[in-house]
């Protein structure tokens, strides 16, 4: 399997080899809602946190007497039936993480790439180099591939300080490097922009 590589003018100069294993995996629905439930899941933050009538502060000494006063018995002032008191069943802070096994994640990611590769989502570049950090070449680069920044996830072999900054104030552009990707940010982009070097890096994972 083959796909066309283009250089930044959206000149094609040559074709790229393209792994089976990778691009022409068999997509599943199921599998692949299965991968993003856990995702999304394991990006929930439970910080939401109650005291119960022993971590509330105070009610360290009994109201009244236990007998002879006409009240009910009571213990603390902290008890959760009084105003002020602790909360009975109230949520807690807690790490709560699902476990997705690699190869799981790694099959997920081929049928994403492969779906968005039979949808001619993705573009491969030559190379994305930038004469400056500018906004306005980044954005002439993109128009040049047929490309707009909105729903576009550039793919790149490793962190590049030029291409972060030209590209921060494109709206809804993001960037990842090929050693992060995963099949959520695949499927939540219409497009994906990816360089040769990051497609090399992206095959070392099936290695």
């Excluded at 993705?122 to 920044?149: Q, R």
Aim: net charge positive; hydrophobic share 40%.
């Amino acid at each position: 399997m083959e796909a066309k590589l283009l250089d930044v003018q959206g000149r094609e100069v040559g074709t790229l080899p393209l792994r089976d294993e990778i691009f022409a995996a068999q997509p599943s629905k199921a599998f692949l809602h299965e991968f993003v439930t856990v995702f999304l899941a394991n990006q929930r933050r439970y910080s939401a946190n109650t005291k119960t009538r022993a971590e509330v502060s105070g009610g360290g000494h009994k109201p009244w007497k236990q007998k002879h006063t006409g009240r009910a018995r009571a213990g603390s002032i902290r008890s959760p039936l009084w105003r002020h008191g602790g909360t009975i069943f109230g949520p807690h802070a807690k790490e709560l993480r699902l476990e997705f096994p690699r190869r799981k994640a790694k099959k997920a990611l081929a049928q994403a790439l492969t779906a968005r590769f039979q949808e001619g989502g993705v573009v491969f570049v030559e190379a994305l180099g930038l004469a400056e950090p500018k906004t306005k070449i980044l954005a002439g680069a993109l128009k040049s591939l047929g490309l707009s920044s909105r729903g576009t996830l550039l793919v790149l072999d490793k962190p590049d300080a030029a291409l972060a900054r030209a590209g921060r104030n494109l709206p809804g552009l993001e960037m990842v490097c090929a050693r992060d990707l995963n099949a959520y940010s695949v499927l939540r982009s219409r497009k994906l922009l990816m360089t040769k070097p990051a497609l090399e890096s992206l095959g070392t994972r099936w290695n």
